[in-house]
């Protein structure tokens, strides 16, 4: 006799583990990212509060974040902010802006489909997203003439930055 189950409990789960370690521990403003390549278990992975990033799937790796316990723990992560980047164009209230802003010590990232992927994947994606962001941070603070003005720059930004072509050719020009 023959039965099937669910997953296995010691399924894992490929992850990329992302550190805020800053060079002088007295003053946190010099912060080095460090990336570790790490695996969950499916168990230890449903007990964390996972955040998808719109954005991320948006540009060809569909994440999720959630806080892993470590250490630094009060240490902000700002790599990870733009991958809560508010995206439409249509919502001139918070294109631009960021949703979620409580990113501090580690935070573990998986794919959202729980695919393999390597730091070689995330990096480029994150250091993109943060580029992004301080472009999107001067159009918030912008003033416009109109609020037509201001939706066509919106739209404008997120034709040239916030399309899966836009980071491949960003990504092609690194190399």
Same mark, same amino acid.
């Given at each position: ?32 990212? &460090? ?72 935070? &573990?990232?998986?794919? &959202? ?8 994947? &995330? ?53």
């Amino acid at each position: 006799m023959s039965t099937t189950s669910g997953p296995s409990s010691s399924a894992t789960i490929s992850t990329i583990l992302v550190r805020p370690v800053p060079q002088d521990p007295t003053n946190q403003t010099t912060i080095q990212t &460090v990336y570790t390549p790490h695996t969950i278990s499916q168990n230890d992975s449903s007990g964390l509060e996972w955040i998808a990033s719109p954005i991320s799937a948006t540009l060809g790796l569909p994440l999720k974040a959630a806080r892993y316990p470590g250490e630094n723990g009060k240490v902000p992560n700002k790599i990870l902010l733009g991958l809560f980047l508010h995206t439409d164009p249509e919502d001139l209230e918070t294109f631009g802006k960021i949703r979620y802003r409580k990113m501090t010590g580690s935070v &573990v990232l998986a794919r &959202v489909d729980e695919q393999a992927m390597t730091i070689q994947d &995330v990096e480029p994606l994150l250091t993109y997203l943060n580029s992004v962001s301080a472009e999107l941070y001067q159009y918030c603070k912008a003033e416009f003439a109109n609020e037509d003005e201001r939706k066509r720059k919106a739209k404008e930004l997120a034709a040239h930055l916030l399309t899966r072509e836009a980071y491949e050719r960003w990504r092609a020009g690194r190399q």
